[in-house]
């Protein structure tokens, strides 16, 4: 189970940090994504970190804004979004892939919404 959590209004220009804390075994080995939804578009990447070789993708609309990170010890992925744009306004969702190489991403937490004020 995914508990997302961390959205709120903020102005352009803002940050924000998005957790998400993950029950279950395993979650040392897993890989984790966020992914978001904006009204009437389709859900994409934003940003994943994979277990297998660390490899860490970033969509390239939120490279050198956007961290994700990850804390075994509290079994929690995190995304530290900064330079917040309107365009970023978008429901949040953390997802979990238990192969651990970032790819086939089958759980999903029940989303954030982050709003961006121009």
């Known amino acids: 189970q995914l508990q997302a959590s961390g959205g709120g209004l903020v102005q352009a220009g803002g940050s924000l940090r998005l957790s998400c804390v993950v029950s279950g075994r395993g979650f040392s080995t897993h890989a984790y994504g966020w992914f978001r939804q904006a009204p009437g578009k389709e859900r994409e990447s934003v940003a994943t970190i994979a277990w297998i070789g660390g490899r860490i993708y970033y969509a390239d609309s939120v490279k050198g804004r956007f961290t994700i990170s990850r804390d075994d010890a509290k079994n929690t992925v995190y995304l530290q979004m900064n330079s917040l744009k309107p365009e970023d306004t978008a429901v949040y969702y953390c997802?979990?892939?238990?192969?651990?190489?970032?790819?086939?991403?089958?759980?999903w937490g029940q989303g954030t919404l982050v709003t961006v004020s121009s």
């Open positions: 997802a979990v892939d238990e192969t651990g190489w970032g790819h086939s991403f089958g759980s």
